[in-house]
């Protein structure tokens, strides 16, 4: 497995923008792809996107996910990264990212094995 450390959250106004990092040891990056997921106060962890290695594609859990949030990844710095722009109170939640994707789904959390210890993001209307 690798160890996934998250940073960069904090408390954004409405409209504003804000850049997750997510920094990669233990190997470099994990097997399959990388991923992001939040969890709001009371509700479950919900998946966000995915960026698979194999054929570079990014899965989104929605269009307002792809329209709003853009993944990025520093190889030299083993670091991925998730933008997100023109934030909602909706987005307010704990942001995780996970790696070392297993067989399954890519939306379940079950089918990911490393996870980061997550960073708040708290946005203000």
């Known amino acids: 497995q690798v160890q996934l450390v998250e940073s960069g959250g904090g408390l954004v106004q409405a409209g504003g923008s804000l850049t997750l990092s997510c920094v990669v040891s233990?190997?470099?990056?994990?097997?399959?792809?990388m991923g992001w997921f939040r969890q709001a106060p009371g509700k479950e962890r919900e998946f966000l996107l995915a960026?698979?290695?194999?054929?570079?594609?990014?899965?989104y859990r929605d269009s307002s996910v792809k329209d709003r949030f853009i993944f990025s990844r520093d190889n030299a710095k083993n670091t991925v990264y998730l933008q997100m722009n023109n934030l909602k109170p909706e987005d307010t939640a704990v942001y995780y990212c996970?790696?070392?994707?297993?067989?399954?789904?890519?939306?379940?959390?079950?089918?990911?094995?490393?996870w980061g210890q997550g960073t708040q993001v708290t946005v203000s209307s």
């Open positions: 960026r698979i290695w194999s054929d570079g594609r990014t899965v």
């Open positions: 233990g190997r470099a990056f994990s097997n399959s792809g």
């Open positions: 996970a790696g070392d994707l297993s067989r399954g789904p890519l939306q379940s959390e079950t089918s990911w094995s490393s």
